[in-house]
């Protein structure tokens, strides 16, 4: 099992920026990808971004392409999300997660490990 802490959310400003972190522990050698997702009040959780945890491609959804970097350290067991020119629409809470084997990424039933999750919150 993996445990996943995030930190790094906060109140900023429209056009403001934020880095997320999310820092795994436990058998750190069982992943094989991870992800960001983020989940606004009322509503479901959505994917945001996806990153190997070996090399590969990022995906990342539509509304982030361009502002959104999703990087990762395997060093320190952390993925990262670099949240630019932060909309007021980016508000939500944002959770990490992680896959053990190769599956579908857009989908929250197909990760395996949660962290608990950072409120980030984009005033106007």
């Known amino acids: 099992q993996v445990q996943l802490v995030e930190s790094g959310g906060g109140l900023v400003q429209a056009g403001g920026s934020l880095r997320l972190s999310c820092a795994a522990s436990g058998r750190t050698s069982t992943i094989y990808a991870m992800a960001w997702f983020r989940q606004a009040p009322g509503k479901e959780r959505d994917f945001v971004a996806h990153i190997p945890w070996n090399g590969g491609t990022t995906t990342y959804v539509e509304s982030v392409k361009g502002r959104f970097t999703i990087s990762r350290d395997n060093a320190k067991n952390t993925v990262y999300l670099q949240m630019n020119s932060l909309k007021p629409e980016d508000t939500a809470v944002y959770y990490c997660?992680?896959?053990?084997?190769?599956?579908?990424?857009?989908?929250?039933?197909?990760?395996?490990?949660w962290g608990q999750g950072t409120q980030v919150t984009v005033s106007s």
């Open positions: 997660a992680t896959q053990y084997r190769s599956r579908s990424i857009y989908q929250p039933y197909d990760y395996d490990s």
